[in-house]
């Protein structure tokens, strides 16, 4: 995998494994292609989060979230295709997407615009 993911993972696979980061990563892009931001910032409101999202997009310091937060923001069917797809379970998971998402988000943006969009 290339490109800031791919940079991204390289980071986390001692946490993760080489393969398991591969899979993982794959599916933060997943994430944020096509409506993805739209709709991870849609969850971000209802879950009292916009606030954290929106300091990811475009410029600025990224400000953290935790693995509750995630919890909160991110349904049940997200987290289990993620758990799904990589075979990671969600206690390992939520820890390690706390930690990329925010680069991750903020790297897939461009001045509070989508790059896909």
């Known amino acids: 995998m290339s ?10 696979a001692g946490a993760l494994g080489g393969q398991l ?3 993982f990563g794959g599916q933060i892009g997943d994430m944020l292609k096509g409506q993805g931001l739209n709709m991870l910032l849609s969850q971000a409101r209802n879950a009292g989060l916009e606030e954290k999202i929106q300091s990811w997009i475009g410029s600025g310091e990224n400000l953290p979230i935790s693995t509750d937060e995630l919890r909160n923001l991110l349904t049940d069917t997200q987290i289990q295709a993620i758990v799904s797809k990589t075979g990671l379970p969600a206690e390992t998971i939520l820890p ?4 990329l998402l925010p680069a991750a988000v903020d790297k897939h943006t461009d001045e509070g615009q989508s790059e896909n969009a």
């Open 3 to 12: 490109g800031f993911l791919g940079n991204l993972l390289n980071q986390a």
């Open 96 to 99: 390690a997407l706390a930690q």
């Open 21 to 23: 980061a591969d899979k």
